[in-house]
T-cell receptor
Framework: AQSVSQHNHHVILSEAASLELGCNYS??????LFWYVQYPGQHLQLLLK??????LVKGIKGFEAEFIKSKFSFNLRKPSVQWSDTAEYFC????????????FGSGTRLSIRP | NAGVTQTPKFRVLKTGQSMTLLCAQD?????MYWYRQDPGMGLRLIHY???????AKGEVPDGYNVSRLKKQNFLLGLESAAPSQTSVYFC?????????????FGPGTRLLVL
């Protein structure tokens, strides 16, 4: 069965700090991987996704993620965070043969100090 | 385009009452999903549909039923509400084959069961 682990439940950073949010998944086959973001009071939006090809994926707002197959990881990074990045971030995985079922991690709340 | 809309936005129920949540999308998407979001648990898939007239169980289907009689609508029913079903419910849709995983989310329905 698919599962996703996000080990950081709440991360607090100052503006301009670098960010890395961890995501590990469990699945025995080919996967598609996603990061979604939920800003306060808003619904989820797709930040970036990995289907195949270059394991370094660039998304919106300066975010990127790297798929490391040997580590079953898909960590999210941003070199310099802004106050507007305050949100909850969800990693998600979809097994290639799972009929578009996406399994979400429990989320990481990111708080940015101005 | 309105995207994905959900009705109602907020509802309070008493234990044992029934209700139906409506999700509508105007993007001609094939796939639709119902999730619940609880603190510290991320999003969990309740039921999903890969086309009109078809539905399938997700991770936490017990206590819920769904119907997809029209391609643009996906209904989530609670036959006998329980306090454990207090949650925020999100509907999502995706184009389906060819662009799996790019899910578009609605604004959510906040449900309180007393």
């Amino acid at each position: 069965a698919q599962s996703v682990s996000q080990h950081n439940h709440h991360v607090i950073l100052s503006e301009a700090a670098s960010l890395e949010l961890g995501c590990n998944y469990s699945y025995g086959g080919t996967v598609n991987l996603f990061w979604y973001v939920q800003y306060p009071g808003q619904h989820l939006q797709l930040l970036l996704k990995y289907f195949s090809g270059d394991p370094l994926v660039k998304g919106i707002k300066g975010f990127e993620a790297e798929f490391i197959k040997s580590k079953f990881s898909f960590n999210l990074r941003k070199p310099s965070v802004q106050w507007s990045d305050t949100a909850e971030y969800f990693c998600a995985v979809m097994g290639y043969s799972s009929a578009s079922k996406i399994i979400f991690g429990s989320g990481t709340r990111l708080s940015i100090r101005p | 385009n309105a995207g994905v809309t959900q009705t109602p936005k907020f509802r309070v129920l008493k234990t044992g009452q029934s209700m139906t949540l409506l999700c509508a999308q105007d993007m001609n998407h094939e796939y639709m999903y119902w999730y619940r979001q609880d603190p510290g648990m991320g999003l969990r898939l309740i039921h999903y549909s890969v086309g009109e007239g078809t539905t399938a169980k997700g991770e936490v289907p017990d206590g819920y039923n769904v119907s997809r009689l029209k391609k643009q609508n996906f209904l989530l029913g609670l036959e006998s509400a329980a306090p454990s079903q207090t949650s925020v419910y999100f509907c999502a849709s995706s184009p389906g084959r060819g662009r799996p995983g790019t899910q578009y989310f609605g604004p959510g329905t906040r449900l309180l069961v007393l």
